[in-house]
Nanobody, 120 residues
Framework: QVQLVESGGGLVQAGGSLRLSCAVNRNIFNFDTMGWYRQAPGKQRELVATIRTGGTTNYADSVMGRFTISRDNAKNSVYLQMNSLKPEDTAVYYC??????????????WGQGTQVTVSS
């Protein structure tokens, strides 16, 4: 089965940086979109950033200019560089992959998440 494994989370002070990694056991070229989502306690899951196989990126307004999503096709990995972190960035961050089978049914996969905690 498809597996996505996140790493790189941790505790950091406001203004600091973290780099999250998502390792996939498939060629990420197979997926239309790779992305990062996050969920804070008491809040719904929200999109953070996405990257298409062609390299097009999209960011939530709240992280634009501070976060950068990237991929390494050779390593089947997706990254999220987070700079200028704020306490409101505290959440569990999930890696996401979206693709379609030949029957055109949408396929969505999720990692188990990695905790990011930003202290003031």
């Amino acid at each position: 089965q498809v597996q996505l494994v996140e790493s790189g989370g941790g505790l950091v002070q406001a203004g600091g940086s973290l780099r999250l990694s998502c390792a996939v056991n498939r060629n990420i070229f197979n997926f239309d979109t790779m992305g990062w989502y996050r969920q804070a306690p008491g809040k719904q899951r929200e999109l953070v950033a996405t990257i298409r196989t062609g390299g097009t990126t999209n960011y939530a307004d709240s992280v634009m200019g501070r976060f950068t999503i990237s991929r390494d096709n050779a390593k089947n990995s997706v990254y999220l560089q987070m700079n200028s972190l704020k306490p409101e960035d505290t959440a569990v961050y999930y890696c996401n992959a979206v693709g379609h089978g030949y029957d055109d049914e949408k396929e969505v996969y999720w990692g188990q998440g990695t905790q990011v905690t930003v202290s003031s």
